[in-house]
């Protein structure tokens, strides 16, 4: 009797728990389905998709709850070819967009923009010259925005904007000017900070400036001087700092100690953050030998040593503004705001 080879039992494939065995076949939920859920016609459906206005409230909220029920998301291809419009906002910023004010302005229209129903997306601006903000337009135009907000903190990239024809609506989003209301009142954020320090019997105060090719800073220097004035304390203006921790530390040793300066207020949280250092270094009390005020209220400027007095902009308001205004625009109609947004002052132990 011959030798007989065991037969190895047939290996099975491996099979993963939680994941349909075949999704080729599988339709994802669309108006038609939406509808009978609803109990609703499919135009009804259409209807609600597009914001008509003739939508009662109760169908509106009954058709929501289907499409939130079967977890129904609108083609947007399928949206334009009705409605001619893609429902994404497009956001035009600098290459400067990394630094706080920029990035939180940025973040700010783009939650302000999706909390409309609007779509977001992004270009940045590989520089100032022309070609680099046409190519990022371009980019823009490409995805079929509605719109374009543009974030352009520094006068030569609005200069450059300035030559830009838009073919579709947009709004600017920078620091000083009347902008229609979408602006932090820079200024008046300013004057804040030295009315407190001279508040505190402070004579004598330095402002640490910030470069002037942005409007904010131009915008906080003329605060200060125009409020020193106002009280009658000496303003005293450094170089320009370029928002940095390290200009702010290279530039306060140059005034620390020397022609009775007992306060500094200084552009923005950075460079605030350089002064500390430099005070410390030079062996002066904070805030018994010197104040510093900043401008921002970085997250981390609650953690410096000591915690940081600052002025706090509403960027969540400037974005709520900005998106309200575009869209109004897109609708064909004008939003403008009568004043810009107020800041407000943040009295920690540095001041």
Known sequence: MGHVKPQRPKQREPRVVGMAEDTSSVRLPGVREVAAVAGVSRQTVSRVLNDSPSIRPETRERVLAAMAELRFRPNRAARMLTTARSRTIGILASSASSLYGPASSLDAVENAAREAG?????????????????????????????????????????????????????????????????????????????????????????????????????????????????????????????????????????????????????????????????????????????????????????FFAPPLTTVRQDFAELGRRTVERLVGLIESREIAFAEPVAPSLVVRESA
Not at 165 to 193: C, I, K, Y
Not at 243 to 260: D, E, M, R, V
């Open 118 to 302: 609007y779509f977001v997306t992004v270009a940045h601006a590989g520089s100032s010259e022309r070609e680099d903000i046409l190519a990022a337009l371009d980019h823009l135009v490409e995805q079929s925005v509605d719109g374009i907000v543009v974030i352009a903190p520094q006068q030569r990239v609005q200069e450059a904007m300035a030559t830009v024809s838009f073919v579709v609506p947009a709004v600017a989003l920078h620091g000083a000017g009347d902008g229609g209301g979408l602006v932090v009142d820079q200024a008046e954020g300013a004057r804040m900070a030295v009315r407190h320090l001279v508040s505190r019997g402070h004579r004598t105060i330095l402002h640490v400036c910030g470069p002037l090719d942005w409007a904010e800073a131009r915008a906080r220097r003329e605060g200060f001087l125009t409020e020193a004035a106002a009280a009658g304390v000496e303003g005293i203006v450094s170089a320009e700092g370029d928002w940095t921790a390290a200009s702010g530390a290279q530039i306060a040793p140059q005034f620390l100690g020397q022609s009775g300066i007992t306060a500094v207020f200084s552009s923005n949280d950075q460079m605030a953050l350089g002064v500390l250092h430099a005070a410390r270094k030079a062996d002066l009390r904070l805030p018994g030998d010197l104040a510093v005020v900043g401008f921002d209220d970085i997250p981390e400027a609650a």
